[in-house]
């Protein structure tokens, strides 16, 4: 065990630092509409010209092939340069991009991958179903295969930012009556394929970042399949380790900011009492602290997962830990927040500003990426290794 | 940047459960002897050099540093080792640090029993395991010292809620013994990390006790284990307990290498690894059911335990009370 950084890292780190800080994009990032999309599609060239586009991705598919602990760097310094997310890209480079480099065919390959890294090709994830979301393998929307192409229909829901998006890894049963996890594939959509509907969905706080997609019998070419057909279970799968990871380190430091932000903000408004600051309220106060002892910890774990993963190669099911503890802290902080501010709880903030709208958004913590039901089964049938129901 | 232990500290951790498991059951047979088995224990780890694993080898000690203690610790934590085992390691620090060089290898070899003080309230002191000790450490926030039993001229025994220790109180040390002092906050810490240390074992190892019965408990026709009112408490014990690790082995590795956040880092550990301890206790005796609720079973001795380590540390509210205190550490 050592908290050392080689002197290679440390150079890597002062690289990154004054790369980002002479690139990040100015102003405040457009948080909906075309506006969006085209300042992450904008960021993401940037990147790429400056040889930061892919930065997990192998080398050989003109990714920066960066090791664990380099990414470590990059994300640590990005979340202090307060570089914008990775809005629009997030499919692409950290789903669909790594299925096809470890499931496609070269051609695939040569197709999307590059044009991914430019920020050429904006992804969305067709997974979900309203019959299928945490019990994904219920999926039903249908592929049949039709000479040349695979004839799609039905319904996928929950996807992210379809409305900006050019391609969809889409999973379909293309095997009539198949059960469960067996008979599926996973199939390269073109968004602009006649027959899909896109219906943008607005959330709680108040911004269209989802939407339901339609398919009326859209015809995708059936060299678009990766990985074979009814495979599509386990390339859909494939790719579950690469998520996140050293990704984590940028949510736990902005979960940590803003932690310190709320302490400031009990230093300016009032305790309940009405008489003194926020901050010498004891109840309040305590709170606080739990809140900057479990960020903390968070920053301890997610290190713990790169240590881990750079000895396995995977996260593992741990990273099912960090997630749901994430959620947790996240959640917990807003709603701390919603009782600190007082009347200002009642005052709708702007996006990504103060704490109204945020704590609106904090809901979605315990549910993208598999609920926190889903997590603790996770954590309790792979980590803990309990049986499971049948 | 490794928060797992290396190839050596695996070595370490190994040699130390081979020991552990058989010198400290966590089973019947540990309580019905427990003054036998726990003396016989404390003598063994002089032996294998427990005591002095942080100082440095001139000083009869194994010159391994905070993370080996705190690795060791939370093994030792899993078998709800005796506090004596904790009290030798604070004593044989401060007899060094303050130069008592005579003093630090009695307790290394094992000869002199080392007890735990505590203040207490309206000015008193509680004592932990003192009975049949020649020394005590006293841990205070401002200071830890090192006193000889005799320097309390009137304990009380009190009945304990941990049956593993015994417990006196007294009133201040008399003032003409003086008591060795050595300069407060970093050793402070360093006390504050190894409990945390224990405490992390103890809320895993009251995990695996409750995930085992979970598996092999049948109701229904099933292993209760199947159940989700079941399996997410204990999901939800991995994520304490996880976090509980690793913040501690994060503060562990900022005392050794003297870093400015150490104090920042331990305090945070304090209140993650302190609730872990009490809310898997908690948890597990739920998972058991009634059984939970009896002296035959052994998940009792955990929720005790958590309740003395986290109160050795001043418990954990003063604990949150030093980190929101703390500046930030961004």
């Known amino acids: 065990m050592n908290l050392l950084f080689t002197e290679e890292e440390r150079d890597f780190r002062a690289e990154v630092r004054d790369w980002l800080e002479s690139h990040r994009p100015p102003g405040i990032r457009p948080l909906d509409g075309r506006g969006m999309a085209d300042y992450d599609i904008a960021w993401q060239r940037t990147q790429f010209e400056g040889g930061w586009a892919g930065i997990a991705w192998p080398v050989e598919y003109g990714g920066r092939g960066l090791t664990t602990v380099q990414q470590l760097i990059w994300h640590e310094e990005y979340a202090k340069a307060h570089a914008p997310e990775i809005g629009v890209c997030f499919v692409g480079l950290n789903h669909g991009g790594p299925t096809l480099i470890m499931n496609a065919t070269d051609e695939q390959k040569r197709k999307h991958l590059p044009a991914i890294l430019r920020g050429d090709q904006v992804w969305c994830q067709g997974f979900s179903e309203p019959g299928a979301g945490s019990d994904l393998a219920s999926l039903r929307t249908q592929g049949r295969v039709e000479g040349d192409n695979i004839i799609v229909n039905g319904q996928k829901i929950w996807t992210s930012w379809a409305q900006w998006a050019d391609y969809q890894e889409l999973l379909v049963?293309?095997?009539?009556?198949?059960?469960?996890?067996?008979?599926?594939?996973?199939?390269?959509?073109?968004?602009?394929?006649?027959?899909?509907?896109?219906?943008?969905?607005?959330?709680?706080?108040?911004v269209a970042e989802f939407c339901e997609v339609f398919y009326d019998d859209v015809a995708i070419p059936l060299s678009n399949v990766v990985g074979g057909v009814g495979n599509g279970w386990r390339v859909a799968m494939s790719t579950l380790s690469f998520e996140r990871g050293p990704g984590?380190?940028?949510?736990?430091?902005e979960a940590a900011r803003l932690v310190e932000e709320l302490i400031e903000t009990a230093h300016t408004v009032r305790a309940p009492d009405g008489k003194r600051p926020a901050i010498q309220d004891d109840g309040i106060a305590r709170t606080l602290g739990e809140l900057r002892a479990e960020v903390t910890a968070l920053r301890s774990m997610a290190l713990a997962g790169i240590?881990?993963?750079?000895?396995?190669?995977?996260?593992?099911?741990?990273?099912?830990?960090?997630?749901?503890?994430?959620?947790?802290?996240?959640?917990?902080?807003?709603?701390?927040?919603?009782?600190?501010?007082?009347?200002?709880?009642?005052?709708?903030?702007?996006?990504?500003?103060?704490?109204?709208?945020?704590?609106?958004?904090?809901?979605?913590?315990?549910?993208?990426?598999?609920?926190?039901?889903?997590?603790?089964?996770?954590i309790a049938e792979r980590v803990l290794g309990l049986p499971r129901a049948r | 940047m490794d928060l797992l232990p290396s190839a050596d500290q695996e070595a370490l951790l190994a040699g130390a459960r081979e020991f552990l498991v058989t010198a400290l059951p966590v089973d019947a047979s540990r309580w019905r002897d427990r003054d036998a088995v726990e003396a016989r224990a404390l003598k063994e780890f002089a032996s294998l050099g427990w005591y002095g694993v942080g100082l440095p080898e001139p000083a009869g000690g194994l010159g391994l540093g905070a993370a080996e203690e705190a690795l060791l610790l939370a093994e030792a934590g899993k078998y709800l080792a005796p506090i004596g085992l904790l009290a030798g390691m604070l004593a044989a620090r401060v007899a060094w640090s303050t130069g008592l060089q005579d003093v630090a290898s009695t307790i290394l070899t094992g000869e002199c029993r080392v007890g735990l003080v505590i203040p207490a309230q309206s000015g008193n002191v509680q004592l932990i395991d003192a009975t049949a000790s020649e020394q005590v450490v006293v841990l205070d926030s401002s200071t830890l010292c090192l006193a000889s039993c005799s320097a309390f001229h009137d304990r009380e025994p009190q009945p304990s809620l941990d049956q593993g220790v015994t417990l006196e109180r007294a009133s201040?040390?008399?003032?003409?013994?003086?008591?060795?002092?050595s300069s407060g906050a970093t050793l402070y810490l360093h006390a504050v990390v190894l409990v945390c240390a224990l405490m992390v074992g103890l809320s895993e190892a009251v995990m695996e006790v409750a995930v085992a019965h979970a598996k092999q408990r049948q109701q229904f026709g099933q292993s209760i284990g199947v159940f989700q009112a079941v399996k997410h408490p204990l999901a939800d014990m991995a994520v304490r307990a996880e976090a509980a690790r690793f913040q501690t082995m994060m503060a562990a590795l900022s005392i050794a290498d003297a870093r400015p956040d150490a104090s920042f880092q331990t305090h945070a550990a304090a209140v993650i690894a302190g609730r872990a301890a009490t809310a898997n206790a908690h948890a597990a005796v739920q998972i058991f059911g009634a059984m939970g609720y009896t002296q035959e079973c052994v998940v009792h001795h955990f929720v005790k335990r958590a309740v003395l380590l986290n109160r050795i540390i001043d418990g954990r509210l003063k604990q949150i009370d030093f980190l929101i205190a703390e500046k930030p550490s961004l």
């Open chain 1, 173 to 206: 049963r293309t095997e009539p009556g198949s059960q469960r996890h067996a008979g599926l594939s996973w199939l390269v959509c073109d968004m602009k394929s006649p027959g899909i509907t896109v219906r943008p969905i607005t959330t709680m706080a108040g």
């Open chain 1, 248 to 253: 984590f380190m940028a949510e736990q430091m």
């Open chain 1, 307 to 378: 240590s881990r993963a750079d000895r396995t190669g995977t996260p593992g099911a741990e990273a099912s830990i960090l997630r749901l503890f994430l959620g947790e802290v996240v959640q917990k902080l807003y709603r701390a927040a919603m009782e600190i501010i007082g009347d200002e709880s009642l005052v709708l903030s702007g996006w990504g500003q103060g704490w109204t709208r945020p704590y609106l958004h904090s809901f979605a913590y315990s549910m993208g990426g598999g609920t926190s039901e889903i997590q603790r089964n996770i």
């Open chain 2, 172 to 181: 201040q040390i008399i003032p003409q013994v003086r008591p060795c002092e």
